[in-house]
């Protein structure tokens, strides 16, 4: 079962160098981002979530909406392990699945090949079963002849394609999006289109951040408003 519980998480950024005294009162009182904060030693945080707790149970579909700064992927990063919270507690059961940087661990300087291995295996994905997939990920790219060379000889839409390809290939029970996930020509977003929609259908809890109400609407069953740091209102 595939679940995920928070209890008043709390994250602060402590911003080096900078003393409180140093700020003007109306800056520690903006109303834009997280909420800045003093500490006894006269140190200045950003608090980017302040105390939330949630639930999310298996057949959810949450959508994180909010203004910039607002905390949405300040949260998704606690939900993929990225930032440890600095205050609270937070459990997740089940394979968790992270679309918030697709290029993440890929390497300019390695083959195609290689960089769906080494994103691969930074989803999660065991070394020889990503091996067994590899061709099937570059064969749906379509990169062709250029999964051997590096990734720097790539145009900017091949690249993404590969990575795109690759992301969209790892089944997961949890799946963390920071906005719906697009790229490439016509062709190749129809191609990509039916896989990412099948990728989504089999997952069993999906949390996803946008400031797209219609995408929110069609996707999500669960809506949570954040507000500096806050959940102000969860549907």
């Known amino acids: 079962m595939s679940i995920i519980v928070g209890k008043d998480i709390t994250i602060d950024f402590p911003i080096f160098g900078v003393k409180s005294r140093s700020l003007k009162s109306t800056l520690i009182n903006a109303t834009v981002g997280g909420a800045l904060t003093r500490t006894s030693s006269d140190k200045v945080s950003v608090r980017a979530l302040d105390n939330v707790s949630f639930e999310f149970h298996e057949g959810d579909r949450v ?9 949405k992927s300040t949260l998704l990063r606690v939900l993929a392990g990225i930032y440890e919270p600095s205050g609270g507690n937070l459990s997740v059961k089940g394979q968790v699945t ?3 940087d697709i290029f993440l ?3 300019m300087e390695a083959s195609g090949y290689e960089n769906i291995l080494i994103r ?7 070394l020889e079963k990503i091996r067994g997939m590899a061709d099937s990920i570059a064969d749906f790219s379509g990169i062709g002849d250029y999964l051997h060379l ?15 390809a690759t992301t969209i290939s790892v089944d997961a029970d949890i799946i ?7 790229v490439g020509d016509a062709e190749f977003m129809e191609k990509s289109k039916g896989r990412l929609d099948a990728l989504i259908e089999g997952a069993r809890i999906v949390v996803i951040a946008s400031h797209d109400p219609a995408l929110i609407k069609s996707q999500c069953n669960r809506v949570l408003k954040l507000e ?5 209102e969860i549907d």
């Not at 691969?120 to 994905?125: A, E, N, Q």
């Not at 500096?228 to 102000?232: F, L, Q």
């Open 63 to 71: 959508g994180l909406i909010g203004h910039n700064g607002s905390g």
């Open 105 to 107: 661990g890929m390497d």
């Open 120 to 126: 691969g295996l930074l989803m999660g994905v065991p």
């Open 176 to 182: 963390l999006m920071d906005e719906w996930l697009s």
């Open 150 to 164: 590096p990734m720097r000889t790539y145009s900017s839409g091949m690249a993404m394609r590969l990575a795109f």
């Open 228 to 232: 500096h740091g806050k959940i102000t």
């Open 98 to 100: 992270t679309m918030l």
